[in-house]
Nanobody, 130 residues
Framework: QVQLVETGGGLVQAGGSLRLSCAAS????????MGWFRQAPGKEREFVAA?????????????YYADSVKGRFTISRDNAKNTVYLQMNSLKVEDTAVYYC??????????????????WGQGTQVTVSS
């Protein structure tokens, strides 16, 4: 069982930046693909970004983004710290949501669906004001 804890959410003005972190409890963190999702009030949870990892090259192999965040958000991971990050720049009011971290065994060479996340964090609130 992998435990995921997100931090870094908060209130920011439109155009600002935030960096979310997700710390994983599992020391085999490098075996998991990691993703970020978000859920706005009254809406379904949606994919934001995902990152794969190669244990052979010990490096990120691919990243995927929702069209709505491409060019503004960047996902990265530090396997030495068992942590995945989401750098969010040029934030918009419509980015307001609870952001969730997810882990899955097995790579997906495309954006994930919600059902493809094996483990989930408790979420962190991001509020963007106009």
């Amino acid at each position: 069982q992998v435990q995921l804890v997100e931090t870094g959410g908060g209130l920011v003005q439109a155009g600002g930046s935030l960096r979310l972190s997700c710390a994983a409890s599992d020391r085999t963190f490098s075996n998991y693909a990691m993703g970020w999702f978000r859920q706005a009030p009254g809406k379904e949870r949606e994919f934001v970004a995902a990152i794969n990892w190669s244990a052979y090259t010990w490096s990120s192999t691919s990243t995927y983004y929702a069209d709505s965040v491409k060019g503004r958000f960047t996902i990265s991971r530090d396997n030495a710290k068992n942590t995945v990050y989401l750098q969010m720049n040029s934030l918009k009011v419509e980015d307001t949501a609870v952001y969730y971290c997810s882990a899955r065994r097995g790579l997906l060479l495309r954006p994930w669906t919600v059902s493809e996340g094996d483990y989930w964090g408790q979420g962190t609130q991001v509020t963007v004001s106009s």
